[in-house]
């Protein structure tokens, strides 16, 4: 009686993906962001984008800061308080110029807040909405999805040291990724600040966020696409709407 061996294949061994390096994710977030927060959402990381980021945000408001004119902030003090003294409109330009070289040095703070707020919040969203996925996954893809950023803030200060010095009013036009530079910004405040906010950037960042929480809360992208365009429009609701209002109290003042 022959007994016959049944051969059993091999198993193939199981692939493992390889994580990428932090600067590989750097590179891969801005030029493949589908293979690259795809591997963040699977092994997130914080410490090397975070210490980039704030390295570079701190020095460019270190070079910008002492270059900003507030000659526009000082015109809408005065249209807005047309009787107020001049010494009173000079202390009030004293403590602008207070404020800003305040929010300087605490830049890597406010930014650091910054990244925690929206991640929460973010967050929390898709969690609301049955999506998966901790804090440290959410404050992984806002610091690599933050990366536009990060680069228009490298232009920006190029161009303002190249100028020598910009009004403060006119920032969101130095770069010239928004269309905002077409209209009057004394005109046409709010429409000023849509059109800046929509720019090339920023809607740069919001793709990577979509494409990020998809991958670490398991939802679908049109899911995530709503969920964070939704979000955005009603900051940038936020944002006209105070634009409407400081323009409504200078024409009333007028």
Do not use: C
């Not at 526009?72 to 004293?94: C, F, K, L, W, Y």
């Not at 305040?102 to 969203?125: D, E, K, M, R």
């Not at 933050?146 to 490298?154: E, M």
């Not at 006209?240 to 007028?254: C, F, T």
């Amino acid at each position: 009686m022959t007994s016959e061996i049944q051969s059993v294949p091999p198993q193939a061994p199981a692939v493992v993906e390889e994580t990428k390096g932090p600067f590989q994710r750097i590179i891969g977030a801005l030029f493949a962001p589908d293979q690259t927060f795809r591997d963040i959402a699977r092994r997130p990381d914080i410490i090397v984008p975070l210490v980039l980021i704030l390295a570079i945000s701190t020095l460019t408001s270190f070079l910008v800061a002492p270059r900003l004119q507030f000659d526009s902030v000082r015109e809408q003090i005065t249209r807005s308080n047309p009787h107020m003294a001049a010494e009173d409109v000079d202390r009030a330009m004293r403590f602008t110029s207070a404020i800003s070289k305040v929010s300087t040095y605490a830049a890597p703070f406010l930014t650091l807040a910054l990244f925690a707020i929206v991640a929460g919040v973010l967050l929390i969203a898709f969690r609301l909405f049955g999506g998966e996925g901790n804090f440290k996954q959410a404050l992984s893809v806002v610091l690599y999805a933050w990366l536009p950023r990060v680069i228009y803030g490298i232009i920006l200060t190029i161009v303002v040291l190249a100028k020598g010095s910009v009004d403060v009013g006119a920032i969101p036009m130095v770069v010239r990724s928004n269309l905002s530079f077409l209209v009057d910004l004394k005109a046409q405040p709010v429409l000023f600040s849509l059109l800046s906010s929509l720019d090339v950037f920023t809607i740069w960042t919001i793709v990577l966020l979509i494409i990020g929480f998809a991958f670490v809360s398991g939802m679908t992208r049109a899911r995530s696409a709503a969920i964070i365009v939704t979000l955005w429009a009603f900051a940038l609701i936020i944002k006209l709407g105070i634009a409407a209002l400081g323009a409504s109290r200078m024409k009333a003042a007028s």
